[in-house]
């Protein structure tokens, strides 16, 4: 079998779960995982690791949570299952339980046929170099001989359903607000329990596609991509509501839409989050990555607070929120993180919540509220294929050329200030041989400008580099 080593990548494993996810690799990554954990943190007492395992609502999880559990047991682990949900329902398990790590089984917005794992080194992420350590040694462990399993460790089925629901709606109270919300889960593995947590707070949903469904008969569970929130757009506008919410195919990220069916993408619901996070804790630090508006970190500023243009990638970005002490993060792809009253990891049915607390309490909508924000022309995230072997190096090239003549933030990529308030993108992706292009002006037409200036530059490097 040739090793599919490509399914390793900066945050995660992931790949077509039939092909290139057998039952041999993740048994051998979950035996290879919990080796990692106990080497660099070997449990207190001389116990055995005590990992948490989820899985999401995909047809290809049961076996690959299957043979996960094997792997972890193969190495001692009593393992603690909580069953099917949301990625942030096993995030929670492992605080809720004090875990010494964390595995969920889900392909993400992937297309139903793909599936991946993701794993915590204790709270915290597990990725990077963490990843590409796994990688070798699951790679080299296939290559040798069987080993003997040693000592078994032990399974323990843990129901937390009813825990984290009340966990997320600890504290919001939406009773005698009237807010009418929609709410897609897109079939993914967040509705039901997103729906409970809705009405534990005091709002009953009109709910779409909330039930499980691993097919994702009715549209792809990706509420950044605009066709897929077509269905809640429509529901939206034909009962009145004030808004429409969207789960990703694993829950950890919130799509929005206005009273009017506007999307709002995930820069502007940062901002809002930020000024109800900035109205209690003055001063507070929030994290946005590269790619979100210029008007979000002014917007901050403006409001007292401490804005940090960082990094794209969920753990990435978990693990800054830590290094600055942030209250707040945000990613356009919808990943919201409350340290705020919460855990600091994202999730998309507490996000959905703290948005519907700020509406019944201000009663007004996410337009109404985001009216003061100025308007600027964006494009959305543009994908250009770029071979994995050349795509830093063009992101390199980029940077050096506009550097001579413009101010570059390099903190992932290159983001090419243009002045007033425009600026361009140039990102390597992490996650496939893909460069990834943003763009923001005061006007269409200097849009247009800075936007043809960018991709001119990016293909004249491509090219000199034989791409």
């Known amino acids: ?128 170099d963490d990843i590409r350590v796994l990688r070798d040694r699951v790679a080299a462990r296939l290559a040798a001989p069987p080993q003997s399993s040693g000592v078994r460790g032990s399974v323990e089925t843990i129901d937390l359903s009813q825990a984290y629901v009340e966990r997320l709606a600890e504290g919001i109270d939406l009773s005698g607000s009237g807010l009418k919300v929609v709410v897609d889960a897109g079939n993914g593995s967040a509705g039901p329990l997103g729906v409970l947590a809705i009405r534990r707070a005091g709002l009953t949903p009109d709910a779409l596609f909330c039930d499980m469904d691993g097919r994702f008969p009715n549209h ?12 809640l757009i429509e529901r939206v506008r034909a009962t009145g509501a004030q808004v429409g919410l969207a789960w990703d195919g694993d829950g950890d990220r919130l799509g929005a839409v206005d009273a009017t069916g506007e999307i709002v993408w995930g820069d502007r619901l940062l901002t809002l989050f930020a000024r109800d996070v900035l109205r209690a804790r003055p001063g507070a630090a929030v994290l946005g990555e590269v790619k979100c508006s210029q008007t979000l970190y002014d917007d901050i500023a403006l409001h007292g607070g401490r804005p940090i243009l960082w990094k794209t990638g969920h753990s990435l970005i978990k693990t800054k929120m830590k290094e600055e002490g942030a209250l707040l993060a945000g990613e356009m792809s919808g990943h919201i993180f409350f340290a705020d009253r919460y855990y600091g990891y994202d999730d998309g049915i507490y996000a959905a919540l703290r948005l519907l607390e700020i509406l019944a309490r201000e009663k007004k909508t996410m337009g109404e509220l985001l009216a003061d924000l100025p308007r600027t022309v964006t494009t959305p995230e543009l994908r250009v294929a770029c071979p994995d072997a050349l795509k830093f190096d063009v992101v390199a090239r980029v940077r050096e050329r506009f550097r001579a003549g413009h101010e570059v933030i390099d903190v992932d990529g290159a983001r090419i200030l243009f002045g007033d308030g425009a600026w361009g993108l ?9 460069l990834v292009l943003r763009f923001e002006a005061r006007t269409q037409e200097r849009l247009d400008v800075i936007r043809a200036e960018v991709e001119s530059a990016v293909t004249a490097e491509r090219q000199a580099l034989g791409g």
């Not at 140039?426 to 893909?434: C, E, F, L």
Request: net charge negative; hydrophobic share 40%.
């Open 1 to 128: 079998m040739v090793f599919p080593s490509h399914v390793f990548r900066e945050y995660d494993v992931r790949g077509v779960a039939d092909t290139e996810l057998s039952d041999d690799l993740v048994r051998a990554l979950g035996t290879t995982y919990a080796n990692m954990l106990a080497e660099a943190s070997p449990p207190p007492g001389g116990r055995g690791l005590r990992i948490a395992v989820a899985r999401d609502c995909r047809l290809s999880s049961p076996r690959l949570h299957a043979a996960l559990v094997d792997g972890l047991t193969r190495a001692g682990v009593h393992v603690m299952d909580v069953g099917v949900g949301p990625t942030p329902e096993l995030y929670f398990a492992v605080f809720h339980l004090d875990a010494d790590g964390g595995v969920m089984i889900t392909g993400s917005h992937n297309d139903a046929p793909e599936n991946g794992v993701k794993m915590m080194r204790g709270k915290a992420s597990f990725y990077g």
């Open 220 to 231: 792809h569970p990706d509420p950044t991509v605009e066709k897929n929130l077509a269905a």
């Open 426 to 434: 140039v990102r390597a992706s992490n996650t496939g041989p893909i």
